[in-house]
């Protein structure tokens, strides 16, 4: 190969791999990774990276098991202040106007939570946790979320698994960490 050739020929590499290294480099999640999806026992801990800034969150999600449909979805962020915050997507046939309430194993841990609106999804139901919420549903064994049936006005139990929880929260905090990285939820 003559020297120009070569020449070009590595000018062209550079150009291809600078962007690449570079957003490796300036990449907030672990290994350059733009996207990372991890599973602590019953708990998905899921990172995205957009707009230079990190996004994470832990998630279960429940499904019926003979046709796939789901159920529920329960997910957690935490902010800047170690709050914790999230949200459930309910199912379709609760008394709204009732809200839920949780409990961690048979200990209450919430006042009634209000409906914010249903979509195709389900109905969502924000969540603010202070910290023994939180720590009380990382110690436990299950999330139980009682709400009324709109049908018969009956409670319906939806339960969770906690198991994995604490391990999900902390590998979000731990990924939030990294130093000379900011992040937003």
């Not at 910290?131 to 009956?154: F, W």
Request: aromatic share 4%; with cysteine.
């Amino acid at each position: 190969m003559t020297a120009p050739r070569l020449a070009f020929a590595i000018l062209a590499v550079v150009a291809v791999a600078l962007p690449v290294l570079a957003n490796a480099q300036n990449s907030l999640l672990p290994g350059g990774a733009s996207s990372l999806q991890e599973t602590h026992q019953d708990w998905q801990v899921i990172c995205v990276v957009r707009e230079k800034a990190r996004t994470c969150v832990v998630s279960q999600q429940q499904s019926k098991r003979d046709t796939n449909q789901r159920v529920l979805t329960v997910e957690y962020s935490q902010d800047n202040n170690n709050s914790t915050n999230g949200m459930l997507i309910m199912p379709f046939g609760l008394l709204l106007s009732a809200g839920i309430t949780l409990q961690v194993d048979e200990k209450v841990v919430s006042k009634p939570l209000p409906f914010r609106t249903c979509l195709p999804a389900g109905c969502i139901v924000p969540l603010t946790l202070d910290k023994s919420g939180i720590e009380a549903q990382r110690l436990g064994t299950t999330l139980k979320i009682v709400a009324m049936s709109s049908d018969n006005n009956q409670p319906v139990q939806l339960a969770v698994s906690l198991k994995g929880l604490a391990d999900a929260l902390d590998r979000v905090r731990e990924i939030s960490s990294q130093d000379g990285f900011s992040s937003r939820r």
